[in-house]
């Protein structure tokens, strides 16, 4: 038995715009701002949290709960780059920028988008970036949250 390895294997892509959330056109990604090399490796933070439902009736002798709505707490921690060219994380993830996000796994990141390709897609708002205190031997970072202002399809496929 092997383990799968993230290693080099994810692409996070942002773009302004999707023409479908479910089924993304390859074109469309492949059009967009691909962000893994400027986010540190712990830098990709997507947390779904469900909430629970409380379904316990006045007949149950036991405290119940069925799954409910799920919220996604999204979070990039990117290293900000010398120079202004390269700099895409600070130049695109702009306070109250309406973005989409995109995630694809397990396939290396150097690779385009193709059709058939498993990707999350995430329609957000991007926060205020948070400059990261500095410290010796690491680089300049800054977090930026991301909100999901509309319903994200976390199982799309590429069109």
């Known amino acids: 038995?092997?383990?799968?390895?993230?290693?080099?294997?994810?692409?996070?892509?942002?773009?302004?715009?999707?023409?479908?959330?479910?089924?993304?056109?390859?074109?469309?990604?492949?059009?967009?701002?691909?962000?893994?090399?400027?986010?540190?490796?712990?830098?990709?933070?997507?947390?779904?949290?469900?909430?629970?439902?409380?379904?316990?009736?006045?007949?149950?002798r036991d405290e119940t709960e069925d799954a409910g709505t799920t919220k996604y707490s999204l979070e990039l921690t990117v290293k900000i780059q010398e120079d202004e060219v390269d700099d895409v994380g600070t130049t695109t993830l702009v306070d109250r920028q309406k973005l989409y996000l995109a995630v694809r796994r397990n396939r290396p990141h150097e690779d385009d988008y193709e059709a058939g390709d498993p990707v999350e897609i995430y329609p957000v708002r991007c926060g205020r970036p948070r400059k990261q205190p500095p410290a010796i031997n690491t680089p300049q970072t800054f977090k930026v949250k991301l909100f999901n202002h509309t319903a994200p399809d976390p199982v799309a496929v590429v069109a």
């Not at 962000?35 to 933070?45: H, N, R």
Request: aromatic residues 0%; negative net charge.
């Open 1 to 60: 038995m092997s383990d799968l390895l993230g290693d080099g294997n994810i692409k996070v892509t942002v773009v302004p715009t999707l023409s479908n959330l479910s089924n993304p056109p390859a074109a469309e990604l492949n059009a967009g701002v691909d962000l893994q090399e400027v986010l540190t490796k712990d830098g990709l933070d997507i947390s779904p949290e469900q909430a629970a439902v409380d379904n316990t009736s006045l007949a149950s």
